[in-house]
């Protein structure tokens, strides 16, 4: 799910906007097949990976994780660490 997720955010998003150039490197996805979605998705500053520069790929994607992807690909400013528990 998750795979196929990054797949179409990716596809949506190049379509739709220009890529930035983040110094995120997520220390766990070289060599995958998903590589180029997820780092694509890094430099669009969509996804960022968890704050030990993994992005967990075998990991369940969780509905706040969604919610944070869709609305950051939408342009939404979303802080995770205001406690808006409730928001999504």
Same mark, same amino acid.
């Given at each position: 799910?998750? =795979?196929?997720? %990054?797949?179409?955010?990716?596809? #949506?998003?190049?379509?739709m906007a220009?890529?930035s150039?983040a110094? #995120?490197? %997520?220390?766990?996805?070289a $060599?995958?097949?998903?590589e180029?979605a997820?780092?694509?998705?890094?430099k %669009?500053? #969509?996804?960022?990976?968890?704050?030990?520069?993994t992005?967990?790929?075998e990991? =369940?994607?969780?509905?706040?994780?969604? @919610? =944070?992807?869709l %609305?950051? @690909?939408k $342009?939404?400013? #979303?802080?995770?660490?205001k406690?808006?528990? $409730?928001?999504?």
């Amino acid at each position: 799910m998750k =795979k196929i997720f %990054l797949l179409i955010t990716t596809i #949506v998003m190049l379509s739709m906007a220009t890529i930035s150039f983040a110094a #995120v490197e %997520l220390t766990d996805i070289a $060599g995958t097949k998903y590589e180029e979605a997820v780092n694509c998705l890094v430099k %669009l500053e #969509v996804i960022n990976g968890y704050q030990d520069s993994t992005f967990r790929p075998e990991n =369940k994607i969780t509905r706040a994780e969604i @919610a =944070k992807i869709l %609305l950051t @690909a939408k $342009g939404e400013k #979303v802080d995770l660490t205001k406690g808006n528990a $409730g928001y999504f």
